[in-house]
């Protein structure tokens, strides 16, 4: 393939409801798709960020700069541009996984779409439909919290997620284990809301047999994670901190972790996500696939990647209806608690221009031939 055309579609699309993280409350999805043309095939792909730098140091305006001026004229520069030559290409540019997460992808679904190939396939899925978590924010009340879950369990999630931050954890916990009883698979996020000091409280986490507490402390602190793996017997997920196999390989090795949460955009792509649950299943660690709130552009190939064998606990893939009332694609419908994998060539789904037309804010080339 020889890439002809990039641009980014900047969306915007309304929660429907606020979602509130320990680092700030979302009420919209706003960020950008990265459509490339090559002489063989189009594809797409969703920038995972926000506009503001909080879960990672990426954010949209910073990830458009790099997209133009640093990562699309290597691939252009490419005499035969393939997803495997790609790698290497950015390899030159230090970090920005998420940016490069965006162009791998797009040029990973044009490349598979020219073969008439599911990425599901490419990537060695081994089911057709995958179970389906919900990850539930901080709520102004407990019994909020409570109604959330119930309805949420009525329509289907089979494992869910609370996210914590200082001041709501222990409780809330509490009250979805006393209401829902000790067999719902339950887990916590704190999103790096706590430092090693709180280990004892957090130890009280301990009784309510959760599936995991995902990264509880400061980001890239491995030394610290594996402390509080030893005062705890939760086992500790670890999110923001892995960037990488290597990172992966290093946690575990660590003890820093015991369960491995995998985000395709943070360690820059599907190739490098698929290594990272490499590198756990090797080492008989439990993945499951994160999420970002995404549109059904970066859900159906998450929902793909969490049909690889080593994904043996549900993951953030929810239901395009658990954050829009309408998407931008074919929404996912939750049907028995999973979700179906794509079997449509690359990631299996495309823009509805409608829904396209009326939730986009900005459209930009950012090459050319």
């Not at 926000?50 to 699309?72: H, K, M, Q, W």
């Not at 252009?76 to 540019?93: E, F, N, Q, S, V």
């Not at 280990?199 to 599936?211: C, Q």
């Not at 972790?257 to 395709?264: E, I, L, Q, S, W």
Request: glycine share 8%.
């Amino acid at each position: 393939m020889r890439l002809e055309r990039a641009e980014i579609v900047h969306v915007a699309i309304p929660l429907v409801t606020p979602f509130r993280t320990s680092f700030g409350t979302m009420t919209t999805k706003d960020t950008f798709l990265l459509h490339v043309v090559t002489d063989a095939a189009e594809g797409w792909s969703e920038f995972a960020a926000d506009p503001e730098p909080r879960y990672c140091s990426e954010f949209v305006a910073g990830a458009e700069i790099v997209l133009r001026e640093f990562l699309l004229p290597r691939a252009a520069g490419l005499r035969r541009l393939t997803t495997a030559a790609l790698t290497p290409a950015m390899a030159g540019i230090k970090g920005h996984e998420l940016a490069k997460a965006a162009l791998e992808t797009a040029v990973l679904d044009a490349e598979l779409r020219a073969y008439g190939m599911p990425l599901a396939i490419y990537l060695g899925a081994v089911r057709d439909r995958v179970p389906a978590g919900v990850s539930v924010g901080i709520k102004d009340s407990v019994p909020a919290l409570l109604d959330d879950v119930e309805r949420y369990l009525a329509e289907g999630y089979v494992r869910i997620k609370l996210k914590i931050e200082p001041g709501w954890d222990v409780e809330p916990v509490r009250a979805v284990r006393e209401r829902f009883g000790e067999t719902l698979p339950l887990q916590v996020d704190a999103n790096t809301a706590y430092t090693l000091a709180d280990a004892e409280h957090l130890r009280r986490l301990d009784e309510f047999g959760l599936l995991l507490i995902e990264e509880p402390l400061e980001e890239n602190n491995l030394h610290a994670h594996a402390l509080l793996q030893r005062r705890i017997t939760t086992p500790v997920c670890l999110d923001e901190s892995l960037h990488s196999a290597r990172d992966t390989a290093s946690a575990i090795a660590l003890d820093a972790c015991r369960v491995v949460n995998v985000k395709p955009a943070r360690v820059g792509g599907y190739l490098e996500a698929r290594r990272v649950h490499d590198v756990a299943r090797a080492h008989g660690v439990p993945v499951w696939c994160g999420g970002m709130l995404e549109t059904g552009i970066g859900r159906a190939p998450n929902v793909a990647l969490a049909a690889l064998p080593g994904f043996t606990l549900p993951g953030d893939t929810s239901a395009s209806a658990r954050y829009f009332a309408e998407d931008i694609t074919e929404p996912f419908v939750l049907l028995d608690g999973h979700l179906p994998v794509p079997t449509a060539p690359g990631i299996g789904v495309a823009p509805l221009p409608e829904a396209l037309r009326r939730f986009t804010t900005a459209r930009r080339d950012l090459y050319r031939i």
